[in-house]
């Protein structure tokens, strides 16, 4: 199956800082890619659907100018946690479509806020 | 709005056992439903796929059938094995196909003890 990547796969950051993560699909091009986040012992709550060349779209309940994000190319789509606090600490996940019936996941990135 | 929900929560079953889990979902105009594997810390693994005009598939020891009218959807392991204890979750698309935005069930987390 096709590849996607997350960077960094870790972060650990103090509170008030913003942090950015790096959702990259490695050997097809995405026009649209989604982020998730998890909590600890919790199911996968969709954020986000991101579009290559436009807006993101988001899900109700999720602030989106704290979750800034940014899809500037068909293999890259960006989420920036602004201002994070410890309550946004959690496994984030991004996906992206190859066709309409299928999306590759990425490994995931565990954010820790101090 | 498009619910979801799995059942057991966690299982522990000695190596060698067939089991059942069990998804279940609110809204029966699906487009298909899918089964993914996620290891601690991790992205999800595509299990298998079931297209809405399908009753089952197969993929070695593992048998997923899906019943729409009901709105359930069974995964069957056989012959188990400690290398299957991971955390198995079923998701539907919120609209088309998996290319699409999905809800995913809570989650059943599995240990096979050897």
């Known amino acids: 199956g096709a590849v996607v990547s997350q960077h960094p796969s870790w972060v650990i950051c103090k509170s008030g800082t913003s942090v950015k993560i790096e959702c990259r699909s490695l050997?097809?091009?995405?026009?649209?890619m989604f982020w998730y986040r998890q909590f600890p012992k919790q199911s996968l709550m969709l954020m986000a659907t991101?579009?290559?060349?436009?807006?993101?779209?988001?899900e109700q309940g999720v602030e989106k100018d704290k979750f800034l994000i940014n899809h500037a190319s068909l293999t890259l789509s960006t989420l920036t946690v602004t201002s994070a606090h410890p309550e946004d600490s959690s496994f984030y996940i991004c996906?992206?479509?190859?066709?309409?019936?299928?999306?590759?996941f990425g490994p995931g990135t565990r954010l820790t806020v101090l | 709005k498009q619910e979801v929900t799995q059942i057991p929560a966690a299982l522990s079953v000695p190596e060698g056992e067939n089991l059942v889990l069990n998804c279940s979902f609110t809204d029966s105009a699906i487009y298909n439903l899918q089964w993914f594997r996620q290891d601690p810390g991790k992205g999800l693994t595509s299990l298998l796929l079931?297209?809405?005009?399908?009753r089952e598939q197969t993929s070695g020891r593992l048998n997923a059938s899906l019943d729409k009218s009901s709105g359930r959807s069974t995964l069957y392991i056989a012959a188990s094995q400690p290398g299957d204890s991971a955390t198995y979750l079923c998701a539907v698309p919120l609209g088309g196909g998996s290319g699409s935005r999905l809800t995913f069930g809570e989650g059943t987390q599995l240990t096979v003890n050897p």
């Open positions: 991101s579009n290559e060349g436009s807006k993101a779209t988001y």
């Open positions: 079931i297209q809405s005009s399908q």
């Open positions: 050997d097809f091009q995405a026009t649209t």
């Open positions: 996906s992206a479509r190859w066709r309409e019936d299928t999306q590759y």
